[in-house]
């Protein structure tokens, strides 16, 4: 077991090389990635569709195996069966055995963590209850719809009380509604101390969510940290000014501070880039007494983040290309 | 725990299975058939209602262990089902035991209605019961145990259309392995040591065959009763083996 300070999931060196085709080609899909995820956070494992996320998941749960580096949960070997008994786990697009019911279906994933009788019961009951699918407890899979089947998905990776939740891609192929449904469960379970790591595509689920995010691509690291420490890290804050009944020598004034500046009427817009910039504009605004309309700060996005990398990556691969 | 909880899980999922239904029907259909053959024969009809009746119990217990024996594991890695198993405490052997005995528990269930089916058919036509036909269906149900784990076999690493034809293979030469044998020893050098070294490797089939026995009321002892069970199960238990380790290896991608 874990210590308090010592992370939840530890990943080493990881690299995993899969063979393709017919002569056996080497793909590598994670190549040298490392990262920790701390007790109690909500982990976000962020990377385009092929970046190596699900790949790294399946390490972690066994499913594969890596080619190279080292990986833990909970302090233990990922090798180790009992290394999962405190995890709980959500595949990406997960498929079930169709014929059980969503009662049998908990029952029988309860059985392979050695839980039985009145506490099994009971703690199937709290979980249907806990997704909303007390409804649905006698009726077959087969008869789900994918967020119901999300949704009981959940439930079973939640049926060992896990200290730890691994998610790949909960969100996927979810309607709105079904997202901010998986988004509340994810918070519910940070507020009762559970660890959650979840891979996802989808950046602003992940800036609403996760307290440390990484963001993989092409099976490397790019960036791993706070959300906020990511998206302001080397970015400018710009400021969009939005000014009415400028005159004409005060447009001219204001043209050299502005990055980008639109005239529409009597309406001028100009983008800022810095404090000091928008200080000297709003003076221009006093001395030629006009109308500020708006002044909003252009919040830097995960997404801006994603596609710095993203871009980034690419002139790597050309450069070395 | 776990293995019996997977098992239970494939009991209920081979139940649920529309296949298993439509080979018991018919199994049931060809052993009441003997009734109609029976009177387009001329005296000896007691024999042909058990080489029928073993027969189709045979014929119809293989197709269901071959059929449904594929699927084991290669449906589960198909429909990713296996992720959610793979990835709890479960250790990789444990699933594959539980599934074998999944199936062997549905056999055998199999078996015993269509054993009932025969013994009404002998019941009505008055026909005498002796021990060696319940020796011979004991035997038979080895030979079910063994296909299954043929099939477990090679759904660990091939899909369920080549795991089919093999499976199919194997239990086509099982019976054929005394030919291979007796042909090899008509053969000099390479030949020989090839045909005899594949009369050891494959699995005995006819070992299991004690229709002549049932059909002339010739009794087999039970000391080769129990060679033929230790045998049975020696070579389950290495087919098995042999499943686990591949396995172990596999990546679910």
Redesign the interface.
């Known amino acids: 077991m874990a210590s308090a300070d010592e992370p939840v999931v530890n990943i080493q060196q990881l690299q995993k090389v899969?063979r393709v085709g017919f002569w056996g080609r080497r793909v590598t899909a994670v190549d040298g990635l490392s990262l920790d995820v701390q007790r109690g956070e909500v982990f976000g494992f962020l990377g385009p569709n092929g970046a190596g996320k699900t790949t790294t998941i399946?390490m972690l749960?066994?499913?594969?195996?890596p080619s190279g580096g080292t990986a833990t949960l909970l302090g233990r070997p990922v090798a180790d069966?009992?290394?999962?008994?405190k995890?709980g786990?959500l595949?990406e697009?997960?498929?079930?055995?169709d014929?059980?019911t969503s009662q049998?279906f908990l029952r029988?994933?309860g059985?392979?963590?050695?839980l039985l009788g009145s506490a099994l019961d009971k703690r199937i009951d709290e979980l249907l209850d806990l997704v909303g699918m007390t409804h649905a407890r006698d009726l077959q899979l087969r008869k789900f719809s994918k967020g119901m089947l999300q949704r009981v998905?959940i439930a079973?990776a939640l049926i060992n009380n896990p200290d730890l939740v691994i998610l790949d891609e909960p969100m996927s192929g979810l309607d709105p509604i079904g997202r901010k449904e998986v988004r509340d469960l994810i918070l519910r379970l940070k507020e009762t101390g559970k660890t959650v790591m979840f891979s996802s595509h989808i950046l602003h689920d992940a800036e609403l969510l996760c307290d440390r995010v990484a963001m993989i691509m092409k099976g490397r690291l790019v960036a791993c940290g706070q959300v906020s420490e990511l998206i302001n890290h080397g970015t400018t804050q710009e400021v969009e000014m939005v000014v009415d009944r400028l005159s004409p020598k005060g447009i001219e004034e204001v043209r050299p501070l502005a990055t980008k500046m639109v005239l529409h009427g009597e309406r001028v817009m100009a983008v800022l880039a810095s404090q000091r910039q928008v200080d000297e504009a709003l003076d221009v605004l006093r001395a030629h007494k006009a109308k500020l309309v708006s002044l909003i700060p252009h919040k830097a996005s995960l997404e801006d983040l994603f596609i710095r990398e993203a871009k980034g990556v690419q002139q790597a691969t050309e450069v070395h290309a | 725990m776990k293995v019996l909880s997977i098992a239970v899980n494939t009991f209920r999922e081979n139940l649920r299975d529309k296949l298993l239904y439509n080979l018991l029907i018919f199994a049931l259909l060809m052993i009441g058939s003997s009734l109609i053959f029976m009177r387009l024969t001329l005296g000896e009809f007691h024999r042909l209602i058990l080489d029928i009746g073993l027969g189709s119990i045979n014929f119809f217990g293989v197709l269901i262990a071959i059929f449904v024996g594929i699927g084991l594991v290669s449906k589960e890695i198909e429909k990713k089902t296996i992720y959610t198993i793979v990835s709890k405490p479960v250790a990789r052997f444990q699933f594959l035991l539980g599934k074998y005995m999944g199936l062997s528990l549905t056999l055998l269930i199999n078996t015993a209605i269509m054993a009932a089916g025969l013994l009404a058919v002998l019941h009505c036509q008055d026909v005498p019961v002796h021990a060696v036909l319940f020796k011979a269906l004991g035997t038979i149900v080895l030979e079910f145990m063994i296909i299954t784990a043929v099939a477990l076999l090679f759904s660990t690493f091939s899909s369920a259309t080549l795991s089919a034809i093999f499976t199919l293979a194997i239990y086509v030469i099982g019976h054929l392995t005394p030919d291979l044998k007796a042909f090899g020893q008509k053969m000099e050098g390479l030949g020989r040591t090839v045909l005899e070294g594949m009369y050891y490797i494959l699995p005995n089939l006819e070992r299991f065959n004690l229709k002549g026995h049932v059909t002339h009321q010739l009794d087999v002892p039970v000391g080769d009763l129990l060679m033929i069970a230790a045998y049975g199960m020696a070579y389950t238990a290495f087919l098995l083996m042999l499943a686990s380790v591949i396995f172990q290896r596999r990546d679910f991608r």
């Not at chain 1, 749960?61 to 195996?65: A, D």
């Not at chain 1, 697009?93 to 055995?97: A, D, H, K, R």
């Open positions: 899969f399946k749960m066994g499913l594969i195996y069966p009992s290394a999962k008994a995890v786990f595949p697009s997960p498929y079930f055995y014929y059980l049998e029988f994933y059985h392979l963590f050695g998905g079973q």
